[in-house]
C-alpha cells in the first residue's frame, strides 16, 4: 500500500509564502500524475495544482502564478510553494498520486492565512 504524507508550516499571514512537502513510500515515477488539492471551509475538494510525467502541470485558475507543484525523485519527495498567500487559501491540503487504476491520498495537512 502506497503511503503520502504531508508536512509542513501550518500559518501564514497574507502575502506571505509556504512550502508544504508530500513524501511518498515508493517513487514518484512509478505514477502516472500526482499534485495537491485542497478543501476550504464550506466549499468541495477542489485541485490546486497537479503534475504529470511530461512534466506538464495544471493550476487552479485561482492560485495560477503564485503556486508552484516540484518533484524531487532523489527523495520521492513533491512540494507545494505557495506565494502571495491570502485568507482564502486558508483550508486542508492534501497530496495525491495516481496510476491508471489506482490513487492514493495523504492524510491532509491544515494551512491557515491570517490577514
Not at 52 to 73: K, Q
Request: aromatic share 10%; with cysteine.
Amino acid at each position: 500500500q502506497v503511503q503520502l504524507v504531508e508536512s509542513g508550516e501550518n500559518f501564514a499571514q497574507a502575502g506571505g509564502s509556504l512550502t508544504l512537502s508530500c513524501v511518498a513510500s515508493e517513487s514518484f515515477l512509478t505514477f502516472v500524475h500526482m499534485g495537491w488539492y485542497r478543501q476550504t471551509p464550506g466549499n468541495e475538494r477542489e485541485l490546486v495544482g497537479e503534475i504529470g510525467r511530461g512534466p506538464e502541470t495544471l493550476y487552479a485558475e485561482s492560485v495560477e502564478g503564485r503556486f508552484t507543484v516540484s518533484i524531487d525523485n532523489a527523495k520521492n519527495a513533491m512540494d507545494l510553494q505557495m506565494n502571495n498567500l491570502q485568507p482564502e487559501d486558508t483550508g486542508v491540503y492534501y497530496c495525491y498520486a495516481a496510476r491508471l487504476r489506482e490513487s492514493y491520498w495523504g492524510q491532509g495537512t491544515q494551512v491557515t492565512v491570517s490577514i
